[in-house]
């Protein structure tokens, strides 16, 4: 097997297993040892490898040979599910900050895991691209702890309903979820950090509920949105509530459900496979996310910060940006993806790169209100959420 392949099959072994080798083999050392205090241009040699763990859509699978080409290191990327609870369980109480080297992680955790340090604070100096990302995505309060910057906002997007026009008509409310007309031909995801959110905007937005903030609900707020999902739960209105980027692609491209919550990419994948989906414009607002990159303590301790910084300035520097544009719908909030599909038209079609981040920019023109991945009740979204799965 040769090192490429090694280092891009993700799932053969575990990363404990890479880093005792190294150890054992005295290299790990040896190329700190050699590296120490020089520019990291002065050792690409090195080929340093780091250990991402991010949400399914943040890979972008044998194109992360690009950053080898640019920086000499390289990605080692692990699917955390996309669900932040049991990332942060891993990260303050299991063995994560032993894998891993930097998270992709959706914003809302930064606080937390930075009491628990968990994680470290960028020094955003090491991170010349930052200064390029809009500035409205630097104003996410949730970057932020105690004066410090906890996370980097590398991919933004909002999000609302997929559906099939030739099955549903026009779709332009999150109102055809809970239609009794498609009863069984609908579908959620089973998380409460997006369903429970999109309920609300939907109750704020529709029903005239007494909703303060979606993305952050009181105790009464939370009861009347799970109350209201838990009864078109046993009414049979879903078809079920989805886990994971396979199963959403697969509901969707099967025809399984006609509508439903959820990512973008969805639709673009199910677009691939020849049918025709689209993305609905609520007329009660998107929900809005930020996926934060967030540096682990681990990797402050295993002398791999500078590294992490290295590796996220690549994130925003352009590359990055246009693959997530094309393959994902997803947009790296910063010019630079433009800026790098003109000056190499060979890879990307600017006007492509453009029309996507102009997309996504129209959406953050309207009405969004921002997920929250740990509202200030989340341990009540935890207890509600685990009613609705008995239900």
């Known amino acids: 097997m040769t090192l490429k392949s090694l280092i891009h099959s993700r799932f053969a072994e575990t990363n404990v297993s890479r880093r005792q080798m190294l150890k054992s083999m005295g290299v790990a050392g040896a190329a700190l040892t050699a590296t120490a205090g020089m520019p990291f241009s002065s050792a690409l040699a090195a080929e340093t490898e780091l250990s991402f763990w991010g949400t399914g ?27 932040p609870g049991p990332v942060v369980a891993r990260m303050v109480a299991g063995n994560a900050n032993d894998l891993y080297d930097a998270l992709g992680l959706q914003g809302g955790t930064e606080k937390e895991l930075a ?6 604070p960028w020094d955003v100096s090491k991170i010349p691209n930052y200064e390029t990302v809009w500035s409205w995505a630097k104003d996410i309060p949730y970057l932020y702890h105690d004066g410090q910057q906890f996370g980097i906002p590398s991919v933004v997007n909002a999000d609302s309903i997929i559906y099939l026009p030739e099955k ?11 239609d009794p007309k498609l009863k069984g ?19 704020k937005g529709s029903e005239n509920a007494k909703i303060e903030e979606p993305g952050n609900l009181t105790e009464d707020e939370l009861g009347m949105v ?13 078809r079920t509530f989805w886990s994971g980027w396979e199963q959403g692609v697969q509901l969707v491209a099967n025809e399984e459900v006609y509508a439903m919550t959820g990512w973008e990419p969805i639709v673009y ?3 691939e496979r020849g049918i025709k989906a689209e993305y609905a414009v609520p007329v009660e607002g998107y929900e809005g996310w930020g996926n934060n990159t967030l540096l682990t303590t681990g990797a402050v301790e295993r002398g ?4 992490a910084h290295e590796f996220t300035n690549w994130l925003l520097g352009g590359f990055y940006g246009c693959d997530l544009a094309v393959n994902r719908g997803y947009v790296v909030p910063t010019d630079n993806n433009v800026k790098y599909a003109k ?19 129209k959406k953050f023109s309207g009405k969004v209100y921002w997920q929250n991945t740990r509202p200030d009740n989340f341990q009540l979204y935890e207890e509600w959420w685990q009613k609705l799965r008995n239900a």
């Open 343 to 361: 000056a190499h038209s060979d890879q990307f079609d600017p006007e492509k790169i453009e029309k996507i981040s102009n997309h996504v920019k």
């Open 269 to 271: 994948a199910a677009r």
């Open 115 to 120: 009491v628990q340090n968990a994680i470290a």
């Open 185 to 203: 031909k609908v579908a959620m995801e089973d998380t409460w950090i997006n369903s429970v959110i999109f309920t609300a905007i939907y109750l």
């Open 304 to 307: 791999l910060s500078d590294q």
């Open 226 to 238: 799970m109350e209201f999902l838990i009864k078109h739960k046993k009414d049979g209105q879903f």
């Open 168 to 178: 549903t008509g026009p779709v332009d409310s999150y109102g055809v979820i809970f």
């Open 57 to 83: 859509t943040l890979d972008i699978g044998n194109n992360w040979d690009q950053l080898t080409k640019d920086t000499g290191l390289i990605a080692n990327f692990t699917d955390n599910g996309n669900d």
